[in-house]
């Protein structure tokens, strides 16, 4: 069972729209732009309620990173979504350039991201978006587990200054998140230390671990589950901390194993925690059509794979 | 209001004393931009010297008027221009593009004030333009907003999504210019990939197109003036101009694009400059 038992299930996009309009109440300098995508990414909410603050730029997302540049030097909170394919693949130079070098105070809130956008197949699925935001300097990269998350997210990186990477999904997921909870970037949540492998999990991938804990419980391992939700800056310390509890390491997410939530460990341990990790995420792939659910499990990112990937990762620890 | 003789004359001499400064700099650093530096100079000097309202002890003054150097590549000119306008001492010219500088080989905002943003990668500047007009027309705010592009710089696409965003969001507190000099890294711009006709296309897209000489500052102050009276839409000024302008040393000479003078290339070319000032 999740934590505190709460059932209620929410796309992570549905909670970013709502998010701006709490937002756009409470700051009459947020304004928002899309690239056609606003009824997919939600920020149509913002755009009934606040149409003056709304920016369609149309199919033209380079264009729309460098307007909501231009808005931030104006003295705006710029929020831009769009397919995280889009706001990440196409876009990335605008991001590095008039945004991120300049340091400007942007926030890109991308939805649509990893294989579960499901049918429109592989040229959606955004599977490399963590690891090319990650890499740019002054980026902040965030990917919330549930709907909750999300809002506290959103609430966070408009306090914070400068430039933020927001990574949400298109299905509805579990609240996985405890209702005390308090979001704040660069600090990892703990659900559950464990003994025996930690699972750092991002993203919808930390329902799976959870399920994934509770299935290995029944076979006597006691694997903990972290929430790694900002992934740069990463919490260090609890990646540190989960290895030389556990010794061993699983990371799991909606995404390439390379360079995404996965690299990011692997860098932390090689460097300061040497253990035995086990990557769970797309392996080197692109995506491909089909249920949500179904492509979780094609590409080896159930609960089931994690709990043969904690297995393994322990295996290696004993050898 | 018209302006002055006694005005034109003061611009034409600022021009021609940001051109000494431009290439002094660029032959001492050794590396760089002339081509375009130059061949901008008459522009930047009407926006920064006649039309463009701020005030160089306050760089985030919210009433200032936003210039942006979307051809980021003449950075020389924007460094001798802030200088001339009190931003920074002029002796910090010399630091160009040396470790710790804040005159970066292409503007960095973080670093030097008076630059509104980094730029440098090219196509980028015109988008960010517009979100400044965006912003100003939010806090219906009288500021306008100038951009300065390059006719090569044209073949980037952003230029173009940028192009319709301005006409669709009616951003008439937006004056953007080419500076029309023909000649890109690789050779002329129609031989690489043309971009003409520019007026037409900017006309298409629906802007305001005024077409001048790029070096007759008259022509230039009087586009700058029209283009604040034109509402509705946003406006473009394509100024004709030479690569290199100044000095026969460098004008129409591609390999200027990004070399810099030799010792005896700068003694000439002070010598028809300051003989110019001399007048």
């Known amino acids: ?319 | 209001m018209a302006v002055t003789e006694q005005q034109l004359q003061t611009l034409k001499d600022r021009a021609r004393r940001i051109r000494i400064d431009i290439l002094k700099m660029l032959t001492d650093c050794g590396s760089g931009h002339t081509g375009g530096s130059l061949s901008a100079a008459d522009i930047a000097t009407a926006l920064y010297f006649y039309k463009m309202k701020y005030d160089p002890r306050k760089p985030g003054w919210k009433e200032r008027d936003n210039f942006i150097l979307s051809k980021g590549h003449a950075a020389p000119l924007l460094y001798t221009v802030l200088a001339q306008a009190g931003y920074f001492e002029h002796a910090e010219l010399c630091t160009l593009r040396k470790i710790g500088s804040r005159l970066q080989g292409h503007p960095d905002s973080k670093c030097l004030p008076g630059v509104e943003i980094s730029t440098g990668s090219l196509g980028q500047g015109l988008s960010v333009a517009n979100g400044l007009a965006l912003a100003h027309k939010l806090d219906k705010a009288p500021n306008r907003v100038y951009a300065l592009l390059g006719d090569g710089e044209l073949q980037e696409g952003q230029i173009w999504e940028a192009a319709m965003t301005a006409a669709h969001y009616k951003l008439d507190n937006l004056c953007a210019l080419v500076d029309n000099n023909g000649l890109q890294i690789d050779g002329p711009v129609a031989k690489v990939m043309g971009v003409e006709p520019i007026t037409d296309k900017w006309r298409a897209f629906g802007w305001e197109v005024l077409d001048v000489d790029g070096h007759d500052m008259e022509k230039i102050v009087t586009a700058l003036d029209k283009a604040e009276t034109i509402k509705g839409k946003p406006t473009m000024i394509v100024c004709r101009t030479v690569k290199g302008k100044g000095s026969k040393c460098f004008e129409g000479k591609v390999e200027f694009h990004g070399t810099t003078p030799t010792k005896e290339e700068l003694a000439t070319a002070m010598k028809e400059l300051e003989e110019g000032v001399c007048k």
């Open chain 1, 1 to 319: 069972m999740f934590h505190g038992g709460n059932v209620s299930k929410i796309a992570t996009r549905d909670a970013y729209g709502d998010a701006l309009v709490s937002l756009g109440k409470k700051r009459n300098d947020v304004v928002v732009l899309d690239a056609d995508l606003s009824g997919s990414t939600k920020t149509a909410k913002f755009a009934k309620a606040f149409p003056d603050r709304f920016f369609n730029i149309g199919i033209a997302e380079q264009d729309m990173m460098g307007t909501a540049a231009g808005l931030a030097i104006g003295g705006k909170l710029p929020f831009v979504s769009t397919f995280a394919v889009f706001a990440t693949g196409r876009a990335w130079e605008q991001v590095r350039q008039s945004i991120c070098y300049p340091n400007l105070n942007v926030k890109i809130v991308a939805t649509h991201a990893g294989v579960t956008v499901g049918e429109d197949g592989g040229s959606h699925q955004s599977v490399e978006d963590i690891a090319v935001m990650r890499v740019i300097p002054h980026m902040t990269v965030i990917v919330p587990a549930d709907g909750p998350e999300t809002l506290q997210a959103i609430e966070a990186v408009a306090e914070y200054q400068g430039p933020c990477y927001v990574r949400a999904g298109r299905n509805k997921v579990p609240t996985v998140c405890p209702e005390n909870y308090r979001f704040r970037i660069g600090k990892a949540h703990v659900f559950n230390e464990g003994k025996h492998a930690a699972i750092i999990a991002t993203g919808i991938m930390v329902a799976e671990a959870l399920k994934a804990r509770d299935q290995l419980k029944a076979e006597g391992i006691d694997a903990g589950v972290i929430n790694m939700s900002t992934i740069k800056p990463l919490d260090r310390d609890a990646v540190i901390a989960a290895a030389t509890r556990c010794g061993a390491i699983v990371t799991a997410e909606e995404h390439s194993i390379i360079g995404g939530l996965g690299g990011a460990v692997a860098e932390v341990l090689a460097e300061s925690a040497p253990a035995p990790l086990v990557r769970i995420g797309l392996k080197d792939t692109f995506g491909t059509s089909g249920d949500g659910e179904g492509l979780l499990k094609h590409y080896g990112l159930s609960a089931g794979d994690i709990a043969a990937a904690v297995k393994e990762a322990i295996k290696k620890k004993k050898s």
